[in-house]
């Protein structure tokens, strides 16, 4: 429980209609404790494997450090529980495939991975008028994915084990234009640099990157992931069709309010994930609880999360080679 | 039960934490069964007083037909219920005023009249703004409240009842002026007319109406009422300071989308208040909730539903006669 | 020849085709001087009957103080010249009854007032849409005047002689609003005050006012002249109609620049008004130049100055006396 | 003399001071004679060589198809004439080579080329921001060129002599890139297709085309050309940098006019690039003009035009190999 697992046990404490907290599991004690308290949860664990072998719980929520999302939702799989796990699926695609043969062997259970955009209502909104060919066939899909800069402290100390900018920031971008673009990528050309902050080299990362991607529909795409946002937290997409382009969050508020002022006309923005996409956490659970109750599998697979990963892996490659990659 | 009163105990049952939907009232058999089952709740009462009775209840949420909430609170009350009311407060200033004795009375109990606006995350943001300081003194408080053109049949059909648009439909700037403004409008000018529909003329109402107040403090207010806005469901506000200005909502958008077709470069609009202001409804009930379990007052008061009710009183009184109204 | 008749020198001498600055007339030498330098003019004047004496000059852009206005287009139109003056036609309505006989008598030639609003772009757009009637029949016409805080000072330094913020201000709005909902105002009802610069209330004026007008078609019109804007020159138009609305600069901004950073997404705004209705006045000016060659007459007539006085004095008594004000 | 010939030439004649529009040369000699008659120019020719002989000329512009315009501005030259050509500089890299000696020959003559998006207001304004490090260093610069699908007959017909999208769109923004990037591309990757029209195809060419450059300091570039755009001409450019982001004609709205209606909240479009670009037309010209008049040299160079073409040309290598391309 990380500060995104504290929300999604609130969420699922307050916001969840049908499903009820049992149980929290972190090795932090004392923040263990005082998450149970403030949320009325009785159960607490230190141990992941303890808290699975528990009868009274269905369905695990796991939002532990990347490395270890395979190896966990294999485990609570197979101790016949729905399993709902924060991206990535894995950080190797070796991992991925163990959990792509886990969720098949267990097929009867509910698997969803969290990629919560897909939630988010501007993007429901979007994907449904791009479903019913109001836009006509893509053409480009632009996404940004900008963390603001004054989180740049955490940004370097994780710099080590993010995995760089594409494997940590730009696979929900890679998600939303594998869903909105309906094909995928067949070859990409990944640049970027430290513009900023030369304490991502040392990594092979930047502190800004971007990619080309041809899509084997023909549609083109360009992602850039940033964390050197100055106004606050900018994820913008842009779908251009051949009928109509639709953007969404083109202006990264926070709110409905201008500001007039010596500054000019402005809307303040967005502060981070949990501002932008409050919301969308709580649709995601909600998807996932409602697929075990009417025994339903959910759109977000766990396949996906494997292409997701090979897609990433291929910017990350070209990056770092200088080199146009064929996927 | 109307469709408000529905949305109300559907957030009761699944969006306030701490709080419980023990029972529902309404004279449709129907509806009641239905909605009962929908939120699994075991006691349904088509009379008021059985279910004030009722020991296990705390808190009563009033959405009845305005003409009976000034009685309603009062029972409420009596039985040590702690109660929520739908605006208006009363629909004349003498039930107001009983009201006012009542929550006196009982003062023990918290009483919150249903002004959710102020629970709106962007007006909150912007009062907390106007309170700092940070746009100076208030010049001019401007508010749009315009309802779709495609809810014109619905809206005739209930202009015998309304009491009119200023009544019917101000009530909420009017809360918001005082609110903002901090101060009590002393005189106004009222007009409008049916530009569209002459349906509404019948009952000395207009289908778009306005007036201007001139506050205690100097400051200028200047408000719309329509009915008939083409794009949809407009509430647009504007407080002009001596340091700044602030706008809530100049463009009712739906959501994030912003869509590049043959029409322009274009959003689409809220469709109605539930829309609009799902969230508030929420918020403010977690507001009520939390009154009760803390023992606080909301700052909504039952003062503020009279004075709102005497304004939109004088303004209708201009409107009719085409005078200057002094309050 | 102030800041505004050097703009209308300059735009004559370069930008106006078929038109050629014969003369200038002022009676500071030494800008007289500079000017006719810069714009290659070979004739300059300290003294108006003089420049109006010559024959080889068949127009006159009367750009003096407001209280020579109506003395110098008799004079001008006596001498046979085409006239051209800046608003407002006269500082009293006796002065205009006077100019509208004098444009009567020497009918055969052009008299034009400078309400250049009318010549914008974007005015002009919204002006055809409303006569087409795409936005149906109008409801409310609203216009905001605010004039930068920064140059308050001579906001301040002007005001024993501006007449007030109706005369001096408010007059465009007034002319665009009847030019817009294509009636009179019946009545009027005005208020504001001093909220930041207690030194307008010696005139009786205020740093900022607003009114509401009825329109004897029913329309509504709302109005707001302020001097303390701090974002800029902000000159908004709104016109609410049945089937649509138009606002033309909801965001008074410099350019098409956004401007992302730490104060969020944003537009600067534009400065004063030779920035915003830079063109307008070429047009204007063209408009004039195109009249005299075809023997046309402008839309703006001299009448139209007239409206606009009357109905700016009502303003002004209605702020005066506090009172509802008939026209 | 095609459309933007005959603009050219009105704006000489009515809006650039201290230049005379003197001659007009065309081998249709009907519009030849219309306009010559609409802008009162005495001399017209059907031949460029009999044009730039004559002695009272001082200066020519080169508006004729994009393979003419090497030679003719260096026979131009060569009779001592100044020297404005429309872009591109030439075809291909030779012809540049050859304009560059030509006006290396003729250095006391003034040469410019026509990238007349560098006079726009908009971006003359992000340039000095820029250069003023009021965005720091830039990371991306992402520029979109998009015609209207409603003129795509005229882009088909047009299709076998365009010299495809890079060259014949792209350019502008190449040019722009390269000015507020202050570096020069080293790779690109360049993807596109036919999405509507497979007409293009034919060519080697896409209805919409895009690429990924590296520049030599690190900087990405990202450009889109299309020429299906439904809603208008929009030209849209942004420097994202460390510490902030500018983006010019966000909306390529057309005036400042704002529509509510059915459609939504909405701002209609430029149709086209004398309607966007129409003031930047004049003030290349005014440059050009002022340039002679005070023997400056112009910011856009002779070897502008080859670099511009150069990296066109990798774009169109990359697009048609489907490989990245050093540059």
Redesign the interface.
């Known amino acids: 429980m990380g500060r995104l697992g504290a929300q999604h046990a609130e969420n699922i ?3 969840i ?1 049908n499903a009820e907290l049992v149980a929290l599991c972190d090795m932090d004690t004392v923040k263990l404790k005082e998450t149970a308290e403030r949320l009325h949860v009785s159960k607490t664990f230190t141990d992941f494997d303890e808290m699975i072998a528990c009868d009274d719980i269905d369905a695990v929520v796991i939002v532990s450090p990347s490395g270890l999302h395979t190896e966990q939702i294999e485990k609570a799989l197979a101790k016949g529980k729905h399993v709902f796990s924060e991206k990535p699926l894995g950080t190797t695609v070796e991992q991925c495939i163990q959990a792509e043969k886990a969720v098949e062997k267990y097929s009867g259970k509910v698997f969803m991975l969290g990629f919560m955009r897909r939630f988010d ?2 993007y429901r ?2 994907k449904a ?1 791009v479903d019913a060919g ?4 893509p ?2 899909f632009r996404a940004y994915s900008q963390d603001p800069e004054k989180f740049i402290e955490s940004s370097i100390a994780f710099a080590a084990h993010s995995g760089g900018a594409f494997l940590d920031m730009a696979v929900h971008d890679i998600d939303l234009a594998r869903w909105f673009v309906k094909s995928e990528p067949e ?1 990409v ?1 990944a ?3 430290c ?2 902050h030369p304490e991502f080299g040392k990594y092979n990362d930047g502190d ?1 990157v ?3 991607m ?1 899509f084997q529909n ?3 795409g ?1 992602l ?1 992931a ?1 964390r ?5 937290y ?1 994820i913008e997409t842009e779908i ?1 069709g ?28 967005s502060e981070n994930f949990l501002e932008r996409f409050q919301q969308s956490y709580v649709e995601e659970m909600k998807e996932f609880v409602d697929c075990i109750l009417k025994n339903r599998k959910p759109d977000v697979t766990v396949y996906d999360g494997r292409r997701v990963l090979e897609i990433a892996n291929a910017c990350k490659k070209s990056f770092e080679t ?3 990659v064929k996927i």
Do not use: W
């Not at 109001?134 to 066939?137: L, M, P």
């Not at 050197?228 to 606050?232: E, L, S, V």
């Open positions: 404490a307050t916001k209609p209502d501007s909104y979007a008028k109001e836009i006509g066939n053409i480009l070859s050309y640049i970027g640099g513009y900023a800004n971007s990619c080309l041809k023909g549609a083109m360009f850039l940033g050197t946002a100055p106004h606050g900018n251009i051949t009928k109509g382009t639709l953007r969404i969050g083109s202006v990264p508020q926070k709110n409905l309010v201008e500001i007039m002022d010596s500054y000019g006309v402005r809307k303040e923005c200088g080199e146009l």
